[in-house]
């Protein structure tokens, strides 16, 4: 095994040796011996952006979980090559929702729908697509009038959506959905929650007809950890505590903390924040505790102190990067992520909605 100091070097000198023609993009989430390297780091709107930004680039090697780099061959250029470090890092969360089961899902709505009479000119239902989701999600979304969302602009996303159907079809993580439909005046009662191991996903016409946004069942293994009790304690052992939460956690938690918002809200919070601050975060804990060295002046701290790492996210090791990096060199392209035309073509169009629609 390579020791810290020896992949340093070969990071160091392959990024070198290959200058402009390579970019490496990371998430928040990536460990720090990974976010040095990245020439970009970001949150995943703005990596999604950042994957056309470089168009000379032959190659981008995205240090994030594998619907990003999806998402980045869509956006990028058809000849720039798209690498994951490590193919193992999915998501747990983009995998509760398969294409099959959504399509399933989709046909059973329209069935239902199909009678509605209304001259609203709005389309019954809207598919939204969060970006933790497969291509093949985003493309059916492109395919059927939808869109897609990121933590970041959910809410610009589903007034987008609102304007042009009577209904949404949240997918895949029932908490983005439900905080970011709640936020806006949606009532409870009518985000019904689709399981589709079940017939109507486990609902009646009528809660469907009245539905005004449908919620799948998906969420995230790291943001469901935290609770009202974490929240309740650390504002009991520090009373001048700020709580900031990703709105993957779920709503009572979302309720009970100051704010909410994606990674990048939770950093650029913080780095406005006055001296002295007190910061207690729900979100993974490479970001907070990168945060937490990045400003001594503050003190910040997870809420679960059991440690919660994103443990795909940490799949990207700096052995990979100096990997794929050296094969660079030369000249062979390991660990590509390609999306075939068929679903790219779609879902660039869903992703481009998006990025249209930024506020
Ligand atoms: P953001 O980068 O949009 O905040 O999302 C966090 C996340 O879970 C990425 O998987
Ligand atoms: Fe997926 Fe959650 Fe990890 Fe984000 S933090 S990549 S949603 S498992």
Same mark, same amino acid.
């Given at each position: 095994l390579a020791s810290k100091a020896e992949l340093d070097q070969r990071i160091l000198a392959a990024k070198d040796t290959l200058g402009e023609r390579v970019v490496v993009l990371g998430h928040f989430y990536q460990r720090d011996e990974v976010v040095k390297y990245a020439d970009f780091v970001g949150d995943s709107f703005q990596l999604a952006n950042a994957a056309k930004t =470089? #168009? %000379? /680039?032959? $190659?981008i090697v995205f240090c994030g979980v594998h619907f990003m780099a999806e998402t980045a061959d869509i956006l990028a250029q058809p000849e720039q090559r798209v690498i994951l +470090?490590? &193919? /193992? /890092?999915?998501c747990s969360m983009a995998d509760m929702a398969d294409i099959d089961s959504v399509e399933e899902a989709w046909e059973q709505l329209m069935e239902l729908y199909a009678d509605e009479t209304a001259d %609203?000119? =709005? $389309?019954p239902i809207i598919p939204v697509t969060y970006m933790n989701s497969s291509a093949a999600l985003k493309g059916f979304c492109g395919r059927h009038g939808g869109i897609v969302c990121t933590s970041s602009n959910a809410a610009t996303v589903l007034q987008w959506a609102f304007e042009r159907g009577r209904r949404v079809l949240f997918f895949p993580d029932q908490h983005l959905g439900r905080n970011t439909a709640k936020a806006m @005046?949606? +009532? &409870?009662?009518r985000m019904p929650m689709w399981? +589709? =191991?079940? #017939? &109507? @996903?486990?609902?009646?016409d009528d809660e469907l007809l009245d539905a005004q946004v449908i919620l799948w069942h998906g969420f995230c293994s790291v943001h469901k950890r935290f609770s009202v009790a974490q929240i309740e304690r650390a504002r009991a052992e520090h009373p001048d505590v700020r709580v900031i939460v990703h709105p993957e956690c779920p709503m009572p938690v979302v309720d009970a903390a100051d704010e909410y918002g994606s990674t990048d809200y939770i950093v650029k919070a913080i780095g406005a924040a006055p001296a002295g601050s007190t910061f207690a975060i729900g979100t993974e804990i490479n970001l907070v505790q990168r945060l937490a060295n990045q400003y001594p002046q503050h003190r910040i701290f997870c809420l679960d102190d059991v440690i919660c790492p994103c443990s795909t996210m940490y799949r990207i090791h700096p052995g990979y990067l100096a990997w794929v990096l050296e094969e660079l060199v030369a000249g062979r392209v390991v660990n590509e992520i390609t999306v075939g035309d068929d679903v790219a073509v779609p879902a660039r169009v869903a992703l481009e909605r998006m990025l249209a629609a930024r506020p």
């Open positions: =470089r #168009p %000379d /680039a032959e $190659a +470090p490590n &193919l /193992a /890092a999915g %609203d000119g =709005r $389309a @005046g949606v +009532p &409870l009662e399981n +589709p =191991r079940k #017939p &109507l @996903g486990g609902n009646t």
